[in-house]
């Protein structure tokens, strides 16, 4: 699938400090490259969407957090393969389309196509490897066979609904040195239980080995999409084993930095991690890196609330998305924090002081912030630290001819992605 245009990122002299990114699995920092290999191919997944509203505000804060990582590793001279999925068939997909009378398969393409404009106006790089789950079907059901060849997984009886054939992974027979419950998110099983039902798994289906066990295939209903699962019968995928699959199949094992919001830690970066080491014994990833919540009005910003702030309404209203993305880069990555007019307010003056300051700037005073946005986006992506930077840059005194303003705006755009 077509992911979006590539910006241009213009060159700039110098590289970038090794980064050093927050590790969830581990509580700790931790460099994304040998100390010997500074300039190694880095390789990233991030969560996509799943298309059946328009991208908010909590979206693009996570996908503007991993393209600044993606841009920190290129400007130190790596070369990145980014892969990003969209959960285009599922529960709330469907749910969408059937009340508004609308196709599904219509209604996935229509958001996904407004992703993918809110990504070009945010100055987002694209991903090399843009896959959907239904594209991916026929990479996913073998995975499962072999899963169950394995008793790995295995198939619970009918439910109230009376359809047979839904196939779940067996959480604690799949434990091996590459993966075991909680490897990820360091929960208790008491954590883990409120968020599996909170976060789409079904704990009380009758017939599971454990209230844990994931979702691997669900077998056909009427009414729903299905396709053929091999062995599996018809059906479709459960969301763990798509990015698992994905993944290993668009990337090294382990990848460098598996990414997406907090709140994809459990259930959904575990059991991914888990349906891969479960295949082959090796780790998904090296580093979980997850975003904060984005709010609004003292809730969490989501669609199920209905509390959203769109860049795409933003955008029609004829905000910039160059101060869209200046209030994103304003909040460290890992808070949770809200949105407010306020925010927007602050980043439109910081964007018109900064434009105003480059008439004036120097190469030396160009070469100077370069290097401190340099120095604080490998700290954790400390991004409000280098808009700070930006701050006392633009606060200094006027008397240069201006010859850094190219070098600089250069700068700004390849590092931060905000275009002056």
Request: glycine residues 8%; proline residues 5%; hydrophobic residues 45%.
């Amino acid at each position: 699938m077509h992911a979006w245009n590539n910006p241009e990122v213009p060159q700039v002299a110098g590289s970038a400090p090794t980064l050093e990114l927050f590790n969830t699995a581990t509580g700790a920092r931790q460099a994304t490259a040998p100390a010997d290999e500074a300039i190694a191919p880095a390789s990233m997944y991030v969560c996509g969407i799943t298309p059946y509203d328009a991208t908010h505000m909590g979206h693009a804060a996570t996908y503007v957090t991993f393209d600044l990582v993606q841009r920190t590793w290129r400007d130190a001279g790596r070369t990145v393969a980014y892969t990003q999925n969209i959960t285009d068939v599922d529960d709330p997909l469907l749910e969408r389309a059937a009340a508004t009378n609308v196709d599904w398969r219509e209604l996935a393409e229509s958001q996904i196509q407004l992703f993918r404009d809110d990504m070009e106006a945010l100055n987002v790089i694209p991903p090399q490897n843009y896959i959907g789950a239904v594209e991916s079907i026929h990479w996913l059901v073998p995975v499962v066979e072999q899963l169950l060849d394995a008793d790995l997984a295995y198939r619970v009886p009918a439910g109230a609904d009376g359809v047979e054939g839904d196939v779940y992974f067996d959480t604690l027979a799949a434990q091996n040195d590459a993966w075991k419950l909680g490897a990820v998110s360091n929960y208790d099983r008491e954590t883990m239980l409120g968020f599996f039902a909170e976060r789409g798994g079904d704990p009380d289906r009758a017939g599971k080995r454990d209230a844990l066990d994931p979702l691997l295939w669900r077998a056909a209903r009427e009414g729903e999409p299905s396709w053929d699962g091999g062995k599996l019968g018809a059906g479709r995928p459960g969301w763990h084993i798509e990015c698992s699959v994905i993944a290993r199949k668009t990337l090294p094992a382990p990848f460098t930095v598996q990414g997406g919001g907090s709140d994809l830690i459990f259930p959904h970066h575990e059991f991914s991690a888990a349906h891969a080491a479960a295949g082959d014994n090796a780790e998904l990833a090296q580093t979980y890196v997850h975003t904060g919540m984005v709010g609004l009005d003292g809730e969490k910003m989501s669609k199920s609330l209905g509390n959203l702030v769109l860049v795409s309404k933003l955008r029609e209203a004829g905000v910039e998305p160059v101060a869209i993305r200046a209030v994103l880069l304003s909040q460290h990555y890992r808070s949770d924090w809200f949105w407010t007019e306020q925010l927007l307010a602050a980043a439109q003056q910081r964007v018109a002081a900064w434009r105003q300051a480059l008439a004036t700037t120097s190469n030396e005073d160009a070469a100077k912030v370069v290097e401190s946005i340099r120095k604080h986006m490998a700290d954790d992506i400390d991004a409000p630290s280098a808009l700070e930077a930006l701050d006392r840059w633009a606060a200094q005194p006027a008397g240069s001819n201006g010859d850094g303003a190219e070098a600089l705006r250069h700068g700004i755009d390849a590092l931060l992605g905000l275009k002056l």
